[in-house]
């Protein structure tokens, strides 16, 4: 589980093309899944092997400029107080501006690492103009150029040394996250569940450090609800800004053990839900698609359970195997099925297949169907076996690793799937050197 880390900024210095360059390193050297962030505000990143989230408030902000400078405060609290670090981009080439200096005063009150990260610096004679911003008051800083990226290393470099390193807290109780846009009815939805009266609530504060988990015991299911409405907010943030709500749900993912992701039938599998999603499956989180409101869609006829569900798999391919139950919080219509289907799934993604049987059912399958030669070359899998992570991944040993492309993996993929069930759950699959 990694920690948070937000670019903040004032606009067109910068920010977008170095978020761009941290996530596409992470996507070509460890996630090779096309398409895997669709909209570009948050995504994961690595660097020496350390994980961490990262959010680029830059396309938060909206409105004319007057509206600049007070969404940008906002956004600069808010990451103030979610984030786990904070990188401050500004830009050699106009030298320190009044933006610069207001962001700044918010950033020296803050008992949490910044890092002043001086961009479009590619030359010397730019080095020497990057000292006007000890003006700024916030210690040393880092020259960079986000656009070919030197100096990145040295900033990423001081970054993982200070980040926070949670581990993946393996408590007894899986452990749910109820995540959507703002208005889906996840407040409702908890609410539902628990009961007006909150049946039995321990509030075990701290274990996440700013998420209250509620203990549920009902009907024969017993575990932790990461409540982000129990998320403390800063009186100051308007509850509405999409951003807040992307800062929550990316909390609550990083803390749980399956997603409960609750959408809005009347507004669809839309662009921020199914960023939510591609976050949920990379953080291999269990994954459970909740949609509320059918009772409000309109056209029935031709809009029908099949289609919609349909339209959310072609949203969510090639990672498909997954929940996909109509609910209503209302109601309470299958709100009890809702979390039956995520114990299953919970289950599934701490399943452990013994070696043996997984080479008994796996091999055969590969000797009907190898992977295609390359350059005259076959590729001859040996033996395969499921790693010792918290989530399923397995390691396939083979002759020549290099040459087994995305669609074999994928096939291997979908074979676990149908041999050993593992509805809702991302998989990983290695090729590796016998």
């Given amino acids: 589980m990694g920690a948070i880390v937000a670019i903040v900024g004032r606009p067109n210095v910068g920010k977008s093309t170095f978020f761009n360059r941290l996530i596409q390193r992470r996507e070509a050297i460890v996630d090779a899944t096309s398409g895997v962030t669709r909209d570009r505000h948050y995504g994961k990143s690595d660097w020496n092997g350390k994980e961490f989230s990262i959010i680029d408030t830059g396309g938060y902000v909206?409105?004319?400029?007057?509206?600049?400078?007070?969404?940008?405060?906002?956004q600069v609290e808010l990451a103030i107080a979610e984030a786990d670090a904070i990188i401050f981009m500004v830009d050699v080439n106009t030298g320190v501006t009044g933006m610069d200096e207001d962001v700044a005063k918010l950033l020296r009150r803050v008992n949490k690492p910044v890092y002043l990260a001086i961009n479009k610096v590619d030359n010397a004679m730019r080095q020497e103009d990057a000292?006007?911003?000890?003006?700024?008051?916030?210690?040393?800083?880092?020259?960079?150029?986000?656009?070919?990226?030197s100096g990145t290393g040295e900033l990423l470099d001081a970054l993982v040394k200070d980040l926070p390193q949670v581990e993946e807290e393996q408590t007894e109780l899986p452990r749910f996250a109820?995540?959507?846009?703002?208005?889906?009815?996840?407040?409702?939805?908890?609410?539902?569940?628990?009961?007006?009266?909150?049946?039995?609530?321990?509030?075990?504060?701290?274990?996440t450090r700013d998420s209250i988990d509620t203990k549920y015991n009902r009907f024969g299911f017993e575990f932790n609800l990461v409540d982000t409405a129990g998320i403390r907010r800063k009186a100051k943030v308007k509850e509405d800004l999409e951003f807040y709500s992307v800062m929550r749900s990316v909390r609550a993912i990083e803390h749980c053990d399956v997603c409960l992701l609750l959408l809005d039938a009347t507004r669809g599998f839309d662009g921020q839900v199914e960023n939510i999603f591609w976050l949920a499956q990379r953080n291999h989180k269990g994954i459970v698609i909740l949609v509320n409101k059918w009772d409000l869609v309109e056209d029935k006829e031709t809009n029908t359970i099949k289609q919609y569900t349909?339209?959310?798999?072609?949203?969510?391919?090639?990672?498909?195997?997954?929940?996909i139950l109509f609910v209503s919080v209302l109601t309470k219509q299958r709100i009890f099925k809702a979390i039956e289907t995520a114990v299953d799934v919970h289950k599934n993604r701490s399943k452990k297949i013994i070696t043996r049987k997984f080479n008994d059912v796996m091999l055969p399958l590969i000797e009907a169907y190898p992977p295609p030669a390359y350059k005259g070359k076959y590729v001859k899998i040996k033996f395969c076996t499921q790693l010792p992570t918290p989530y399923p991944q397995f390691a396939f040993f083979c002759n020549l690793p290099q040459y087994v492309k995305e669609p074999y993996k994928r096939y291997l993929e979908n074979k676990i799937r149908e041999e050993f069930d593992f509805t809702g759950v991302p998989i990983t699959v290695f090729m590796r050197k016998k």
């Fill in 62 to 74: 909206l409105g004319s400029d007057d509206v600049f400078e007070k969404e940008i405060d906002k």
């Fill in 131 to 149: 000292v006007e911003f000890y003006a700024l008051g916030l210690g040393e800083y880092y020259t960079l150029s986000s656009i070919n990226g």
């Fill in 178 to 207: 109820v995540v959507g846009r703002p208005n889906a009815g996840k407040s409702s939805f908890i609410n539902a569940l628990i009961g007006e009266d909150r049946y039995i609530v321990t509030d075990i504060a701290g274990t």
């Fill in 310 to 323: 349909e339209r959310i798999k072609q949203a969510i391919s090639p990672f498909v195997d997954v929940p």
